[in-house]
């Protein structure tokens, strides 16, 4: 098709859907659910684990954010990268972050069925996680304006526990309201590092995955009003209010109850309320986690379909995904299929319902950081090729000390996947990498062989 035949996405998002929606997609049950899995591993030094992460992924949205600024395209880092390093780049890295969504959104639908299992101990999880997945898909396919609205909403849920979550905690430990709690309980149990520094980095790689959502900035950047001034703003304002939400909440779990009473039985929110004994506060808690797993979960249905319908506009997608509804302007057939692909979730908890997040998790952090480490490469060739034409000086949202960042960055994603191979569930990842992107590389070759040659512009 064409490029000027080509339906567009409208312009309907306004900052505050720009940054609910990257928050929806990052405060999810990595914090909710999976933070049990690194407070066991780490202790309360876990602590300075998500302060790192945070630090990370904060230079790569500055990464992000320098090429969205300048040219605010949906697909976003995909298009980026087979713009500026190559067709086969572009190609890899727009199908690995759909794969990488379609993952997270199976951990998300295995995190809903838990907490759903909390009021109804004998429900499977994998019929809560198919309604779960009926209404999200349902969602998705009316118009953006509304998504965004519903995902503002749904975010904003999860904004307002976590604060209150910490001015409760906070009253919990200034007037002894709960027993048990303690400040003294971040060193009372083995001390800071209970399980060594090692503890610390064997935990990053479950800490990275908490952050993954927040370069949805950057796809919301197709459909972004003023993207501009609402770019640069999502990304300063969100990169801060994630790391404070995640570091203040476990902060204050950590003081109301010893870090080895979380288990991965229950969300550690609703294990540290239940545990103090305010009336009601775990069912309530509950009821939030599962707020906070469907707004992930919906952040999620919404990138697949734009990385879909960008790949598409590239050539390097069946062209059925270019398709976008006449009414809500939306890339529904990319929707559809991806909820048809995230069946396989449903079927895994039913064969793997006690370890399927933690694989899954562990699956979705490597695709996560393979994407991650694509946006900083990608992002240096687009300022060399700038300075080549003399343009570099004229960013309006340049990365802050480059090259130096850069190399901080790719520097840390190295030392997650070392990381990976010293955990049972995350090893696995290291052997599912390989595969997915030798899949890539043939599927790329085979295009080649049945299309013209790949490549042009989203």
Same mark, same amino acid.
């Given at each position: 098709?064409?490029?000027?035949?080509?339906?567009?996405?409208?312009?309907?998002?306004?900052?505050?859907?720009?940054?609910?929606?990257?928050?929806?997609?990052?405060?999810?049950?990595?914090?909710?659910?999976?933070?049990?899995?690194?407070?066991?591993?780490?202790?309360?030094?876990?602590?300075?684990?998500?302060?790192?992460?945070?630090?990370?992924?904060?230079?790569?949205?500055?990464?992000?954010?320098?090429?969205?600024?300048?040219?605010?395209?949906?697909?976003?880092?995909?298009?980026?990268?087979?713009?500026?390093?190559?067709?086969?780049?572009?190609?890899?890295?727009?199908?690995?972050?759909?794969?990488?969504?379609?993952?997270?959104?199976?951990?998300?639908?295995?995190?809903?069925?838990?907490?759903?299992?909390?009021?109804?101990?004998?429900?499977?999880?994998?019929?809560?996680?198919?309604?779960?997945?009926?209404?999200?898909?349902?969602?998705?396919?009316?118009?953006?304006?509304?998504?965004?609205?519903?995902?503002?909403?749904?975010?904003?849920?999860?904004?307002?526990?976590?604060?209150?979550?910490?001015?409760?905690?906070?009253?919990?430990?200034?007037?002894?309201?709960?027993?048990?709690?303690?400040?003294?309980?971040?060193?009372?149990?083995?001390?800071?590092?209970?399980?060594?520094?090692?503890?610390?980095?064997?935990?990053?790689?479950?800490?990275?995955?908490?952050?993954?959502?927040?370069?949805?900035?950057?796809?919301?950047?197709?459909?972004?009003?003023?993207?501009?001034?609402?770019?640069?703003?999502?990304?300063?304002?969100?990169?801060?209010?994630?790391?404070?939400?995640?570091?203040?909440?476990?902060?204050?779990?950590?003081?109301?109850?010893?870090?080895?009473?979380?288990? =991965?039985? !229950?969300? @550690?929110?609703? $294990?540290?309320? *239940?545990?103090? /004994?305010?009336?009601?506060?775990? +069912?309530?808690?509950? #009821?939030?986690?599962?707020?906070?797993?469907?707004?992930?979960?919906?952040?999620?249905?919404?990138?697949?379909?734009?990385?879909?319908?960008?790949?598409?506009?590239?050539?390097?997608?069946?062209?059925?995904?270019?398709?976008?509804?006449?009414?809500?302007?939306?890339?529904?057939?990319?929707?559809?299929?991806?909820?048809?692909?995230?069946?396989?979730?449903?079927?895994?908890?039913?064969?793997?319902?006690?370890?399927?997040?933690?694989?899954?998790?562990?699956?979705?952090?490597?695709?996560?950081?393979?994407?991650?480490?694509?946006?900083?490469?990608?992002?240096?060739?687009?300022?060399?090729?700038?300075?080549?034409?003399?343009?570099?000086?004229?960013?309006?949202?340049? =990365?802050? !000390?480059? @090259?130096?960042? $850069?190399?901080? *960055?790719?520097? /840390?994603?190295?030392?997650?996947? +070392?990381?990976?191979? #010293?955990?049972?569930?995350?090893?696995?990842?290291?052997?599912?990498?390989?595969?997915?992107?030798?899949?890539?590389?043939?599927?790329?070759?085979?295009?080649?062989?049945?299309?013209?040659?790949?490549?042009?512009?989203?």
């Amino acid at each position: 098709m064409a490029a000027a035949d080509r339906p567009v996405l409208l312009r309907t998002l306004q900052n505050r859907h720009i940054q609910f929606i990257a928050l929806g997609g990052a405060i999810g049950s990595g914090l909710f659910y999976g933070s049990a899995s690194t407070i066991g591993l780490a202790g309360p030094s876990v602590l300075l684990g998500y302060v790192m992460g945070g630090g990370i992924m904060f230079i790569i949205m500055r990464a992000l954010g320098e090429m969205a600024v300048e040219d605010p395209i949906s697909g976003s880092f995909s298009a980026y990268a087979n713009r500026y390093i190559g067709p086969f780049a572009g190609f890899s890295v727009g199908w690995t972050y759909w794969f990488s969504w379609i993952v997270v959104d199976m951990a998300e639908l295995t995190a809903f069925g838990v907490y759903v299992g909390y009021w109804f101990p004998g429900l499977p999880t994998w019929i809560s996680g198919l309604g779960a997945l009926v209404i999200i898909v349902s969602l998705n396919i009316t118009s953006v304006r509304s998504f965004g609205e519903a995902e503002f909403w749904f975010a904003l849920v999860k904004v307002v526990a976590i604060l209150t979550l910490m001015a409760a905690g906070a009253a919990i430990l200034i007037f002894h309201l709960g027993s048990g709690a303690s400040v003294s309980n971040l060193w009372d149990y083995g001390g800071l590092f209970p399980n060594g520094v090692s503890g610390l980095f064997l935990a990053l790689p479950l800490v990275m995955f908490s952050f993954g959502g927040t370069e949805l900035i950057g796809i919301t950047a197709g459909e972004a009003r003023d993207p501009d001034k609402t770019i640069p703003s999502a990304i300063n304002q969100v990169s801060v209010r994630i790391l404070l939400f995640y570091v203040g909440a476990i902060l204050f779990i950590l003081m109301l109850v010893p870090w080895t009473k979380v288990g =991965l039985g !229950a969300s @550690p929110f609703v $294990t540290a309320f *239940g545990d103090v /004994g305010i009336p009601n506060a775990a +069912a309530l808690l509950n #009821f939030v986690v599962i707020t906070a797993a469907l707004s992930a979960f919906n952040s999620g249905m919404y990138s697949t379909g734009r990385m879909l319908l960008t790949l598409a506009q590239n050539g390097q997608a069946p062209t059925v995904f270019e398709k976008i509804s006449a009414r809500g302007h939306v890339p529904f057939v990319g929707i559809l299929f991806s909820g048809v692909v995230l069946l396989i979730g449903v079927v895994l908890n039913l064969l793997l319902p006690r370890d399927v997040f933690l694989y899954l998790s562990s699956v979705a952090t490597i695709a996560l950081i393979f994407n991650w480490t694509m946006i900083l490469l990608t992002q240096w060739h687009f300022r060399r090729t700038k300075m080549a034409a003399g343009q570099a000086s004229r960013l309006r949202f340049p =990365l802050f !000390a480059w @090259p130096y960042t $850069t190399y901080l *960055g790719l520097g /840390g994603m190295a030392l997650v996947v +070392a990381m990976m191979a #010293f955990q049972p569930t995350t090893r696995i990842a290291l052997f599912v990498g390989p595969m997915w992107f030798a899949t890539l590389a043939c599927g790329y070759y085979i295009m080649r062989r049945r299309s013209s040659p790949l490549g042009g512009t989203a």
